[in-house]
């Protein structure tokens, strides 16, 4: 169960503590102590006889005092002990089975309004816009920071931890004396000792004009001093004036958590409250989404300095006496959830418009770590009810570090349990006709379930009553968006965003030194194909994917000649038709005559040079491994007459060439049979470049097609066995995908090449780069 026990302090009001009382403080409190002189009796008795003559008596007095003092204890024990006599009593039936919970009985059509009591200080007060927070200790620096934001009025919140006489010039100070006198129903169920006690701060904002309330806490400090800088404060001038947000994609329904620190430039930091096993999804998403503004009731800010993190976190990453400085991407564009996917939401920067004031509440039978958590689940899922949606910001306060032990026994239900709490939430409905009924229709199956207990099932009723009582209105339902069929995402829905990678800190250790594992990945791939050419031969629009390429493979390659069916001066693309692009290959050869070997290779096909490094450089490489790029095909029996031909050609330069050329050739394919290769990738190296021109002059002008003059130049060149075929041999070659199959599905990292690809534009390119970066993570800074 998300459930800790807590407990009162001793000096904590209304707190009854029995341990104290069960022993006797003087002498005076043992049996017997006030006899000083043995007292006469009429006749002599021992206790024995005297106990078995008055048995009868004695059960009943003795069961006369136990329930006058149970009566007693309960009563002076405060809510909590009334909620431990509730559960006493439905937890079990007549028939010792258990019963279900008590359901609330709410008249909610005839809840009195509840006046500003006269004698209250600040009565006649009035703002809009309010901070809340709650507080421990005496005032401080970021606190007084604070009172000077522009336009907000901060209350403070006191607990039975905060000193006496707490002031704070410019803000508003609710003690546990004021809380009291405040009427709210809430607050008899508030603990406190504990921040959960903001729900009177909230309600007292609410009752005082709130329009927008931002929870924080006492350390928050807002740069510039303006949240409207930061956040969307007011959502009712327009859509007109709050263009479309990014919004995660709702393309994978079983996708129901997201960690948004990823997509602000810390992958590998995650929020309190994310389940521990969603932790390794470090990769930025493929695309997002859009959704209208105006709808994001909960703003949901990023911290700097010390954001938002758990105690496995706080505890494994750095020295113990080092301080968190971590940064997010300040110009990263806010993100907003769909439905069927959460987050954890504060707190202690987040942000409430008042159609989602009702989600404030702060329950009261968990841990102290995890009442927001639990509340930001239970409040997002609610927010789909009424059409609204969560929307995470860049960073919108500081907070500083001051190395302080992280109560993780204070955590460790969130760790065990906030998996099955959002699954749950994703499966559960109600059909009651109202939001209020629907909030408490949720908090009585959240308690049935064991996420919280009966306690806050009653404190839900009492909050929604004071809301109603206060003069809140309830916002409309719009429920009916919940179940219905997701949109389709077209290729004009998918927008675009590569998150950046900020610096983080590992032990100690800045997890910069990743960026130079990663350059050091790039020298080492430098050094061993910087002196290699690549010729690259596109089909798709120069002029759009031509310098895209240059900058893929420039990186790693001596240099990248492009050729392509038409000319391109300005971007220096040569023309040369590919059905007869080995005629133009020594042209180039000749051109870099100190270059170790050249590698030819089409835009349809995607070259991971990663996994090329163990390649032997001497040898010639091509795909004769690949049954579907390699193929052996007849000549005298062959019914397609342009095989006949090609054949026929083969032959010719066969029998005029070299006796090296002819013997290599024979001993390998005989004289009735040719190869049919896609010929989309090999390599060429330094010693047999002026073999290959010998045979392209060897071939004249013969129509002699690239897919099979390629081939018949490795095999008169040299013998297969000697080829380096295990370079390419891991090459994914499909000839035909399937409909619901894409490049994306198809390919893969780990091999030395991916066919077939479509690369028609920059879209297209950047597509292709994302993939490639699960090899070469450095490319990410291209796009």
Same mark, same amino acid.
């Given at each position: 169960?998300?459930?800790?026990?807590?407990?009162?302090?001793?000096?904590?009001?209304?707190?009854?503590?029995?341990?104290?009382?069960?022993?006797?403080?003087?002498?005076?409190?043992?049996?017997?102590?006030?006899?000083?002189?043995?007292?006469?009796?009429?006749? +002599?008795?021992?206790?024995?006889?005297?106990?078995s003559?008055?048995?009868?008596?004695?059960?009943?007095?003795?069961?006369a005092?136990?329930?006058?003092? $149970?009566?007693?204890?309960?009563?002076?024990?405060?809510?909590d002990? $009334?909620?431990?006599?509730?559960?006493?009593? +439905?937890?079990?039936?007549?028939?010792?089975?258990?019963?279900?919970?008590?359901?609330?009985?709410?008249?909610?059509?005839?809840?009195?309004?509840?006046?500003?009591?006269?004698?209250?200080?600040?009565?006649?007060?009035?703002?809009?816009?309010? =901070?809340?927070?709650?507080?421990?200790?005496?005032?401080?620096?970021?606190?007084a920071?604070?009172?000077?934001?522009?336009?907000? !009025?901060?209350?403070?919140?006191?607990?039975?931890?905060t000193?006496?006489?707490?002031?704070l010039?410019?803000?508003?100070?609710?003690?546990?004396?004021l809380?009291?006198?405040?009427?709210?129903?809430?607050?008899?169920?508030?603990?406190?000792?504990?921040?959960?006690?903001?729900?009177?701060?909230?309600?007292?904002?609410?009752?005082?004009?709130?329009?927008?309330?931002?929870?924080?806490?006492?350390?928050?400090?807002?740069?510039?001093?303006?949240?409207?800088?930061?956040?969307?404060?007011?959502?009712?001038?327009?859509?007109? /004036?709050?263009?479309?947000?990014?919004?995660?994609?709702?393309?994978?329904?079983?996708?129901?958590?997201? /960690?948004?620190?990823?997509?602000?430039?810390?992958?590998?930091?995650?929020?309190r409250g994310?389940?521990?096993?969603?932790?390794?999804?470090?990769?930025?998403?493929?695309?997002?989404?859009?959704?209208?503004?105006?709808?994001?009731?909960?703003? !949901?800010?990023?911290?700097?300095?010390?954001?938002?993190v758990?105690a496995?976190?706080? #505890?494994?990453?750095?020295?113990?006496?080092?301080?968190?400085?971590?940064?997010?991407?300040?110009?990263?564009?806010?993100?907003?959830?769909?439905?069927?996917?959460?987050?954890?939401?504060?707190?202690?920067?987040?942000?409430?418009?008042?159609?989602?004031?009702?989600?404030?509440?702060?329950?009261?039978?968990?841990?102290?770590?995890?009442?927001?958590? =639990?509340?930001?689940?239970?409040?997002?899922?609610?927010?789909?009810?009424?059409?609204?949606?969560?929307?995470?910001?860049?960073?919108?306060?500081?907070?500083?570090?001051?190395?302080?032990?992280?109560?993780?026994?204070?955590?460790?239900?969130?760790?065990?349990?906030?998996?099955?709490?959002i699954?749950?939430?994703?499966?559960?409905?109600?059909?009651?006709?109202?939001? #209020?009924?629907?909030?408490?229709?949720?908090?009585?199956?959240?308690?049935?379930?064991?996420?919280?207990?009966?306690?806050?099932?009653?404190?839900?009723?009492?909050?929604?009553?004071?809301?109603?009582?206060?003069?809140?209105?309830?916002?409309?339902?719009?429920?009916?968006?919940?179940d219905?069929?997701r949109?389709?995402?077209?290729?004009?829905?998918?927008?675009?965003?590569?998150?950046?990678?900020?610096?983080?800190?590992?032990?100690? &250790?800045?997890?910069?030194?990743?960026?130079?594992?990663?350059i050091?990945?790039?020298i080492?791939? *430098?050094?061993?194909?910087? /002196?290699? &050419?690549?010729?690259?031969?596109?089909?798709?629009?120069?002029?759009?994917?031509?310098?895209?390429?240059?900058?893929?493979?420039?990186?790693?390659?001596?240099?990248?000649?492009?050729?392509?069916? !038409?000319?391109?001066?300005?971007?220096?693309?040569?023309?040369?038709?590919l059905?007869?692009?080995?005629?133009?290959?020594?042209?180039?050869?000749?051109?870099?005559?100190?270059?170790?070997?050249?590698?030819?290779?089409?835009?349809?096909?995607i070259?991971?040079?990663?996994?090329?490094?163990?390649?032997?450089?001497?040898?010639?490489?091509?795909?004769?491994?690949?049954?579907?790029?390699?193929?052996?095909?007849?000549?005298?029996?062959?019914?397609?007459?342009?095989?006949?031909?090609?054949?026929?050609?083969?032959?010719?330069?066969?029998? +005029?060439?070299?006796?090296?050329?002819?013997?290599?050739?024979?001993?390998?394919?005989?004289?009735?049979?040719?190869?049919?290769?896609?010929?989309?990738? #090999?390599?060429?190296?330094?010693?047999?470049?002026?073999?290959?021109?010998?045979?392209?002059?060897?071939?004249?002008?013969?129509?002699?097609?690239?897919?099979?003059?390629?081939?018949?130049?490795?095999?008169?060149?040299?013998?297969? !066995?000697?080829?380096?075929?295990?370079a390419?041999?891991?090459?994914?070659?499909?000839?035909?995908?399937?409909?619901?199959?894409?490049? +994306?599905? =198809?390919?893969? $990292?780990q091999?030395?090449?991916?066919?077939?690809?479509?690369?028609?534009?920059?879209?297209?390119? =950047?597509?292709?780069? *994302?993939l490639?970066?699960?090899?070469?993570?450095?490319?990410?800074?291209?796009?």
């Open positions: 169960m998300l459930v800790q026990g807590r407990v009162f302090p001793d000096d904590a009001p209304g707190n009854n503590n029995n341990n104290k009382s069960a022993a006797p403080t003087s002498p005076r409190g043992a049996p017997g102590a006030n006899r000083r002189h043995p007292r006469p009796f009429a006749k +002599s008795l021992d206790f024995g006889s005297w106990a003559e008055h048995s009868s008596k004695l059960l009943l007095l003795l069961f005092v136990a329930s006058v003092a $149970a009566v007693f204890l309960l009563r002076g024990a405060g809510p002990a $009334a909620a431990l006599l509730c559960l006493d009593r +439905s937890s079990h039936s007549n028939n010792g089975a258990p019963a279900r919970l008590p359901y609330p009985d709410v008249p909610w059509s005839k809840i009195p309004p509840l006046a500003v009591a006269s004698a209250v200080p600040f009565a006649s007060f009035r703002a809009e816009r309010w =901070i809340v927070v709650s507080v421990s200790s005496a005032p401080t620096a970021a606190l920071a604070l009172t000077r934001v522009k336009g907000w !009025q901060l209350l403070v919140v006191g607990n039975s931890h000193p006496s006489g707490w002031e010039k410019g803000a508003i100070f609710l003690s546990l004396e809380q009291a006198q405040l009427g709210y129903r809430s607050v008899d169920f508030l603990p406190y000792a504990s921040h959960v006690r903001k729900t009177a701060g909230y309600l007292f904002a609410i009752q005082h004009g709130a329009k927008v309330v931002f929870d924080a806490d006492d350390r928050a400090e807002v740069p510039g001093n303006d949240l409207g800088k930061h956040f969307d404060v007011d959502l009712g001038s327009g859509v007109a /004036n709050h263009p479309v947000l990014l919004q995660y994609s709702h393309a994978d329904p079983n996708r129901t958590v997201v /960690n948004p620190y990823v997509h602000f430039g810390q992958r590998s930091v995650w929020p994310l389940p521990l096993d969603k932790v390794g999804e470090v990769a930025h998403e493929v695309f997002y989404t859009e959704v209208f503004s105006g709808r994001q009731f909960i703003q !949901q800010g990023l911290s700097d300095g010390l954001p938002d758990d496995v976190f706080y #505890f494994t990453r750095k020295p113990p006496t080092a301080p968190f400085d971590l940064r997010f991407d300040g110009e990263a564009p806010k993100v907003a959830l769909p439905q069927g996917m959460m987050a954890p939401v504060n707190s202690f920067n987040t942000l409430f418009h008042t159609q989602a004031f009702w989600g404030l509440m702060l329950p009261v039978s968990v841990s102290s770590m995890a009442a927001d958590v =639990i509340r930001g689940y239970w409040a997002q899922r609610i927010l789909w009810e009424i059409g609204g949606y969560v929307a995470f910001y860049p960073p919108t306060i500081y907070r500083k570090d001051h190395v302080q032990a992280y109560p993780f026994a204070e955590e460790k239900d969130l760790h065990v349990n906030v998996g099955r709490l699954k749950f939430l994703n499966e559960w409905r109600s059909n009651k006709r109202t939001l #209020f009924e629907r909030i408490l229709d949720l908090s009585y199956a959240m308690a049935e379930e064991g996420f919280w207990m009966e306690q806050d099932v009653r404190l839900t009723a009492a909050w929604l009553q004071d809301l109603l009582a206060v003069g809140y209105r309830q916002p409309r339902l719009m429920s009916l968006e919940i219905r069929q949109a389709t995402i077209g290729e004009g829905d998918m927008k675009e965003f590569v998150p950046k990678k900020l610096p983080s800190v590992h032990l100690g &250790v800045d997890e910069i030194g990743t960026v130079n594992y990663e050091g990945n790039l080492k791939w *430098r050094k061993n194909f910087g /002196n290699v &050419v690549l010729i690259m031969h596109v089909s798709g629009p120069v002029d759009r994917t031509a310098l895209e390429w240059r900058l893929l493979y420039g990186r790693i390659f001596k240099t990248v000649i492009i050729l392509a069916e !038409q000319s391109n001066v300005e971007l220096a693309v040569d023309r040369c038709a059905s007869h692009a080995y005629k133009y290959l020594p042209k180039v050869f000749g051109r870099y005559s100190g270059a170790d070997g050249f590698l030819f290779l089409q835009d349809h096909m070259l991971n040079y990663w996994n090329l490094l163990q390649a032997d450089k001497e040898k010639l490489w091509i795909t004769n491994k690949i049954a579907h790029s390699w193929v052996t095909v007849p000549v005298e029996s062959n019914k397609e007459e342009w095989f006949v031909k090609q054949g026929a050609m083969v032959k010719q330069v066969v029998g +005029s060439s070299p006796v090296h050329f002819q013997t290599n050739y024979k001993e390998s394919m005989g004289e009735d049979k040719i190869v049919f290769c896609g010929s989309e990738l #090999f390599y060429v190296p330094r010693r047999f470049v002026e073999d290959f021109g010998d045979l392209v002059g060897l071939v004249g002008d013969l129509d002699l097609h690239h897919k099979i003059a390629i081939p018949m130049f490795f095999l008169a060149m040299d013998l297969p !066995q000697n080829f380096d075929s295990e390419l041999a891991g090459t994914v070659f499909r000839t035909n995908l399937a409909a619901n199959e894409t490049f +994306s599905s =198809i390919y893969t $990292a091999s030395p090449a991916v066919f077939p690809v479509k690369v028609q534009n920059e879209i297209d390119f =950047i597509k292709v780069i *994302r490639m970066s699960k090899g070469d993570p450095l490319l990410m800074e291209l796009v």
